[in-house]
């Protein structure tokens, strides 16, 4: 598809809808602020992954290329902690979640960004930025650490609207644990602390703020100025803040055309927290036997500027919906085309393509473009139901659903092309066996199941003294 439909996007620089171009034509250049490695990602964190998952998909859908940083913050008072309390160096205590965090990626189906860069890895171009800073009187250094000097950036704040001078001195801001005691200049460079990793600088061994790993990392992958960044809703404050601060004062250049921000996960209507013990992580979820598609599908279905509401019944629900596409796959299988052709599914898949796109363009409406997708299964399913399936038509389908998948990643476009052959009697036959297992061991709730998916697929069992047969409706 060549890039001609109008894109929309929410930029939160400014809080308002605006229409998206790349800076370079056909190419978008994208950061997204990745894991701190400390920990196994939870739902919440993935919630932002694979809505950036969702916008990478989709800006390639809608035929740009796509360069897409995403960071490992290796480097931060969290990983520091645990490799001391582990013994081990902070490579080895970082690599566990470094692997944990790929591993969810491939189980979620999330597309690799272009480039993974590491804090440990990049020091040299965060010293250089520091010096740009402090050459041009927008830092200074103090005790071996050096602090941006908020009252030389005359617009800092403007992302998130906050108001410094409300913000007490001496307060402490949000999470961060970079932030100087004094809120109204926070830090570039750490001096070392008895124990911790350190690095040379200029100004003495020491490490650098987390702000400062992503403004280096950002420009040294995708330019002093790039397209869009994006991350959840409590980097605003003050992390996007303080990389705008940084890099706009070093370069005297606007960082970034683009905000986007996802708004936070929650479960069963509570923030996620350990003590409430419902932080779950994808690996807990997969261990009660959740299925990563619909996990993915149901974070599809909020729009990423809602808040989204994590429970087991909406999960459940999630699979639920995902087997009523399923099930058109059976039925498709099992339909005969006609001779005569037939209009009605050629439309549904234009109309489907076309709405699809739509939703995409339009700030990423992914449950709009979901809608599209049970739309075109109602429109298919009555084709099929009305013997309106002309020649071809199960190709098209499958086609079409194809297409949008590329997406959504919720299908599984090889049983779906298998679907388009029409050779679907296996996966009868595997449901009657099915079947007549549950019955032998007396699992009535599933054989009446099967029974009813079967009935679905417009087949009928009888049970005869030799087993089960089955026939078409
Ligand atoms: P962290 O590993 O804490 O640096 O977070 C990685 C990403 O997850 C960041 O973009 C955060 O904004 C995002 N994030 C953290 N908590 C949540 C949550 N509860 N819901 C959605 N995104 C979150
Ligand atoms: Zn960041």
Redesign the pocket.
């Given at each position: 598809m060549s890039a001609t439909q109008e894109i929309r996007f929410f930029n939160s620089m400014g809080r308002k809808l605006e229409r998206f171009e790349p800076l370079e034509a056909g190419k978008v250049r994208l950061y997204?602020?990745?894991?701190?490695v400390y920990n196994h990602?939870?739902i919440?964190?993935h919630?932002?992954?694979l809505f950036e998952d969702f916008l990478r998909r989709g800006l390639r859908f809608l035929g740009y290329e796509v360069e897409q940083v995403m960071n490992l913050?290796d480097i931060d008072d969290k990983t520091i902690r645990g490799a001391q309390q582990n013994g081990v160096s902070l490579d080895e205590f970082t690599a566990t979640y470094v692997d944990s965090f790929f591993e969810d990626l491939d189980a979620l189906h999330v597309e690799r960004a272009e480039h993974y860069p590491r804090a440990t890895e990049h020091l040299p171009e965060m010293i250089a930025l520091v010096e740009r800073l402090l050459e041009r009187g927008y830092a200074y250094t103090s005790d071996g650490s050096v602090f941006f000097r908020i009252a030389a950036d005359d617009d800092y704040g403007r992302l998130s609207g906050v108001d410094l001078d409300h913000v007490r001195r001496g307060e402490r801001v949000a999470q961060d644990e970079y932030d100087k005691e004094d809120v109204r200049d926070f830090v570039l460079w750490k001096a070392a602390k008895e124990g911790e990793p350190t690095w040379d600088s200029p100004w003495g061994p020491g490490r650098p703020g987390w702000h400062l790993e992503c403004s280096a990392m950002s420009m040294k992958y995708l330019g002093e100025s790039f397209d869009l960044h994006c991350?959840?809703?409590?980097?605003m404050f003050p992390h996007h803040e303080n990389e705008i601060a940084q890099s706009e004062s070093a370069t005297g250049k606007p960082f970034v055309h683009t905000w986007l921000h996802?708004?936070?996960?929650?479960v069963d209507g509570q923030k996620?927290s350990k003590s409430l013990g419902n932080q779950y992580t994808l690996k807990d979820l997969l261990a009660r036997g959740a299925e990563p598609r619909a996990l993915r599908y149901l974070f599809l279905a909020t729009h990423y500027r809602q808040r989204l509401n994590f429970s087991f019944e909406a999960l459940k629900a999630a699979g639920a919906a995902l087997k009523r596409i399923d099930e058109m796959r059976f039925r498709l299988a099992h339909a005969t085309e006609t001779e005569a052709p037939h209009e009605d599914v050629e439309q549904a898949a234009r109309r489907l393509t076309d709405d699809f796109t739509a939703a995409v363009a339009d700030d990423l409406n992914s449950s709009a473009a979901l809608g599209a997708v049970f739309q075109f299964v109602k429109e298919v399913n009555k084709a099929i139901e009305d013997g309106r399936l002309g020649h071809g038509d199960r190709q098209r389908a499958v086609d079409a659903l194809a297409r949008v998948d590329q997406v959504l990643g919720v299908l599984d476009p090889a049983a779906w092309q298998e679907a388009a052959g029409g050779h679907g009697d296996d996966e009868i036959e595997r449901k009657v066996r099915e079947r007549q297992e549950a019955r032998e061991r007396r699992d009535f709730a599933a054989s009446d199941r099967l029974r009813d998916e079967l009935q679905a697929l417009g087949v009928l069992v009888e049970d005869t003294p030799q087993g089960p047969r089955w026939r078409r409706a």
């Open positions: 997204a602020c990745g894991p701190t990602p939870h919440g964190n919630r932002t992954f913050t991350g959840g809703v409590d980097n996802a708004e936070h996960l929650i996620m």
